[in-house]
């Protein structure tokens, strides 16, 4: 027994000797000694040269926390000063990191089971510089020594905390240059108040933008679910960061906030997330989580966007959007995040463009030969005003602000503006539109908007294009071909059964009628603007119209001043009845000739001659009245419109009376072009006798009409 204990105690004398020296060597320790070989083994481990250029020191401290025996235990506690990790030989900066101070404590008794435990490790103001070239190597990648098998030891490492930090980022393939600063936040900011100062913030942002008048974007029921969300609910935020630089030529300033470093780590943990960027004058900000973000594994988001042309985010989202008047949207952003095969689903999404409303859900998918955008878009309520940016319409101020180089000449009507084709090969689109109401003032009553926009090939395809218009429809398709220069565009539009007394409802003298509006539009041409379209224009226009009234106070209402002139010196201010009015024209590389342009009124036959040239924009047309009775006062001499059409110059011809006999002329005008304007001539269900183009009625009984269009 004496024995065993005098053992005992030379065993635990032993110990006792060991820890005891253990802590005088620690203690008393020449660390810096042992520099060049540490130096050294981490050059070798990461594949780049590491130095600790200042001291390294140690010392010993009990544990907080700790209970019982373990408790009365000193922890050794390390300290290294001005440490630098060093950057490939092409980088422009030498230093890939540098830090102040690194300190860290060990457990010791792990160490007896080759477990090296480390609590915390803390870095002192560390700084990185990250750079990639364009061929794509990068100054983040190590190159690390092949693996020679399992260690015999395990690092066990709990946490990271550091000052405030700084990262220069240097990209020169995606065209980037940025400085971030990153700070602890000191305590967490859980996610629900996050999410509700961002929505406060983002919300402004979209108001400022789009204007205080514009409609409240209405809420969805995203809105909910992402409150509810109890795997959002959980998330804390620990760190900021703010970041300022460049993005492809755009500036960038960022303010985001994100999860605690250690997080990172666990694939199957979501990484909460939050950002309020502006790239040039577009602002995007979100809210959510990251699931895997080492690998960029999956993001589920509540996004905001605004700015003042959703064309703006082709260089910062890759996806080919149109030019429109100031924007904003919010809805749930989910995503797959795969290199090259990457899918974003913005879904339930509602917005603003101008004063019109937006919603619906977009998918856009990087992977196949090129990424491609579908989905299904609505708006209640669209304004006439908000479509003209997809035309180039609007004026310079507008297109200044939405960042358009292109200047409308003061001399032209139609939009020079070109459409911007290089990117239409940047990706595929099949999107769905439905839209309630277009809103024209008083004017252009259109609603039940229906296409299906297909993008392929940088081949444009709105197909069909449909709308109701004045209680008819307009049905259309057209197809722009990008991926010719110039390109090549073709139209087809046939318009049925628009009633005049609705094209017009403010007009008294139209509300007893019932005459109807018909027309068939196809037309080919080639031009890179819709000026350079219009201006190269092959094809033909067909145009019927029956029992209405015209003068100059209704022209007035239709904003048409020369027209106005023209029924003034006519008919004076008299209202007069149309019995029929008929057009068949054809355009040739852009310059459109009258083989029919008639007014068959109560009064007299107006006959239309000449052409209008939509490339140089004039106008060459001569106004011919024949009377239908001794009226000879009021329709003394032929008129003309010349001039651009800017500046369009009517006038009074110069000569001979012209003499009765308006019906047999008027026989003589509509009998030619009596096939070609047939299928037109198609009398409302139930009103067969509406049509009060009785000569040409006459003669299509012996060439009976086509079926109706659409």
């Known amino acids: ?51 600790i250029q200042g001291d390294i020191t140690a010392h010993w401290a009990r544990e907080p926390g700790q209970g019982g025996f373990a408790g009365w235990i000193p922890w050794p506690h390390f300290t290294a000063r001005d440490i630098v990790v060093t950057n490939p030989s092409w980088a422009k900066n030498n230093r890939f990191a540098s830090l102040k101070t690194i300190d860290f404590r060990l457990s010791p008794f792990p160490l007896i089971a080759h477990r090296i435990v480390i609590p915390e490790i803390r870095l002192g103001e560390p700084t990185i510089d990250l750079e990639r070239v364009k061929n794509g190597d990068n100054t983040w990648t190590f190159k690390l020594p092949e693996d020679t098998g399992p260690s015999e030891w395990a690092l066990e490492l709990n946490a990271i905390a550091f000052d405030k930090g700084h990262i220069d980022f240097a990209d020169a393939q995606n065209q980037i240059t940025m400085g971030i600063d990153v700070t602890p936040l000191g305590k967490g900011i859980p996610f629900d108040e996050i999410m509700k100062q961002q929505e406060k913030d983002s919300r402004a942002q979209a108001n400022k933008t789009t204007g205080a008048s514009a409609k409240t974007m209405a809420r969805s029921d995203a809105d909910e679910k992402d409150r509810q969300d109890d795997t959002k609910n959980k998330q804390v935020y620990y760190f900021a960061w703010d970041a300022k630089g460049t993005y492809k030529k755009s500036t960038v300033s960022a303010k985001a906030r994100t999860g605690g470093v250690f997080a990172l780590r666990d694939a199957d943990r979501p990484f909460p997330v939050q950002a309020d960027a502006r790239f040039g004058d577009t602002h995007i900000a979100f809210v959510g989580t990251l699931t895997d973000p080492m690998n960029l594994g999956a993001l589920d988001i509540r996004l905001w966007f605004s700015g003042t042309s959703m064309s703006h985010l082709y260089d910062l989202t890759g996806v080919t959007l149109p030019d429109t ?16 095969a990457s899918k974003f689903t913005y879904e339930n999404f509602t917005g603003r463009v101008g004063g019109s409303d937006l919603g619906g859900t977009l998918t856009f998918d990087t992977g196949g030969q090129r990424p491609s955008l579908t989905g299904k878009l609505t708006s209640k309520q669209l304004l006439f005003a908000d479509l003209a940016p997809l035309i180039g319409g609007g004026s310079d101020q507008e297109k200044a602000e939405r960042g358009d180089s292109v200047k409308q000449p003061a001399d032209k009507v139609l939009p020079v503006e070109p459409f911007k084709t290089d990117r239409w090969n940047a990706m595929d689109a099949d999107v769905h539109f439905t839209g309630t ?23 444009l395809t709105l197909d069909p ?104 010196k006519l008919f004076g201010d008299d209202v007069v009845k149309i019995n029929c009015m008929a057009a068949d024209l054809v355009s040739t590389n852009g310059v459109m000739e009258s083989k029919l342009f008639a007014f068959d009124t109560e009064k007299a036959l107006i006959n239309v001659n000449g052409d209008i040239d939509f490339k140089d924009e004039k106008l060459n047309l001569d106004i011919v009245p024949h009377t239908k009775g001794f009226r000879l006062f009021s329709l003394r001499s ?12 009517p006038g009074v011809h110069a000569g001979p009376l012209i003499l009765r006999g308006g019906g047999a002329v008027a026989l003589a005008v509509f009998a030619a072009p009596v096939a070609a304007l047939a299928p037109l001539a198609v009398p409302e269900s139930g009103k067969a006798d509406a049509t009060q183009c009785k000569p040409l009625l006459d003669d299509l009984k012996k060439s009976p009409p086509k079926a109706s269009a659409k």
């Not at 008047?325 to 090259?340: D, R, V």
């Not at 609603?447 to 297909?454: F, W």
């Not at 008819?472 to 009633?499: E, F």
Request: glycine content about 10%.
């Open 638 to 649: 032929p008129l003309y419109v010349h001039g651009t059409f800017k500046n369009p110059s």
């Open 325 to 340: 008047p100031p924007f904003a949207t919010e809805g749930h952003l989910k995503a797959n995040l795969k290199k090259g």
């Open 1 to 51: 027994m004496r024995r065993g204990r005098k053992i005992l105690a030379w065993v635990l004398g032993i110990i006792v000797l060991l820890i005891v020296a253990l802590i005088l060597f620690i203690a008393f320790f020449d660390w810096n000694r042992l520099k060049p070989t540490i130096n050294a083994k981490v050059s070798q481990a990461i594949g780049r040269p590491f130095a």
């Open 437 to 459: 109401k277009i809103v024209h003032g008083e004017r252009l009553p259109i609603e039940n908007v229906d296409t299906h926009l297909i993008m392929k090939d940088a081949v």
């Open 465 to 568: 294009l449909k709308f109701g218009v004045a209680g008819g429809t307009v049905g259309s398709n057209i197809r722009l071909d990008g991926s010719t220069a110039p390109m090549k565009g073709r139209l087809n539009l046939g318009a049925r059964h628009l009633k005049l007394k609705e094209l017009f409802p403010t007009f008294a003298p139209m509300q007893t009628s019932f005459g109807e509006v018909n027309g068939d539009a196809s037309l080919t041409a080639t031009g890179n603007s819709p000026a350079a379209l219009l201006g190269s224009s092959n094809g033909e226009v067909k145009l019927l119209i029956n029992d209405g009234a015209i003068s100059s106070s209704l022209l007035e209402i239709a904003g048409l001043n020369v027209g106005n002139y023209v029924v003034n």
